[in-house]
C-alpha cells in the first residue's frame, strides 16, 4: 500500500558525490520515520543514515561528515546527498519508510527496491 521509488544512484569515481532520492506513495496518513541503508555483497544490510519527522538524524560512523540526509516532508521524499565517496561506498542503497496509514492507525513499513552506487578508485 505504501511504494517507494529511489533514483540518482550510479558509477562515480571516488571523491565524487551522488544524490539520491526517494519518493514515498499510497495510502500515507503520516511518515514519521525514513532513512537509508545498504547492502555490499556477502554482507549485511546497514544502516546509512535515518531522520525522524521531528528532526532527529542517525548516521553510520563510516559516513558522518561525508553524507547527509534530508527529507522534504510535504512531498513524503528523502534525499541522501553523498559526497567524498570511497570505493567502500560501493553498495546497493534502500530506502525505508514507517509511519501510518489512510484511514485510521494501521502501521507501515515498506523498502524501496534500491538502487547501485559504484564508486571506482
Known amino acids: 500500500q505504501v511504494q517507494l521509488v529511489e533514483s540518482g544512484g550510479g558509477l562515480v569515481q571516488a571523491g565524487g558525490s551522488l544524490r539520491l532520492s526517494c519518493a514515498a506513495s499510497g495510502s500515507i496518513s503520516s511518515i514519521n520515520f525514513m532513512g537509508w541503508y545498504r547492502q555490499a555483497p556477502g554482507n549485511q544490510r546497514d544502516l546509512v543514515a535515518t531522520s525522524t519527522t521531528g528532526g532527529i538524524t542517525n548516521y553510520a560512523d563510516s559516513v558522518k561528515g561525508r553524507f547527509t540526509i534530508s527529507r522534504d516532508n510535504a512531498e513524503n521524499t528523502v534525499y541522501l546527498q553523498m559526497n567524498s565517496l570511497k570505493p567502500e561506498d560501493t553498495a546497493v542503497y534502500y530506502c525505508?519508510?514507517?509511519?501510518?496509514?489512510?484511514?485510521?492507525?494501521?502501521?507501515?513499513?515498506?523498502w524501496g527496491q534500491g538502487t547501485q552506487v559504484t564508486v571506482s578508485s
Open positions: 525505508t519508510a514507517r509511519g501510518a496509514l489512510v484511514p485510521g492507525t494501521r502501521r507501515f513499513t515498506s
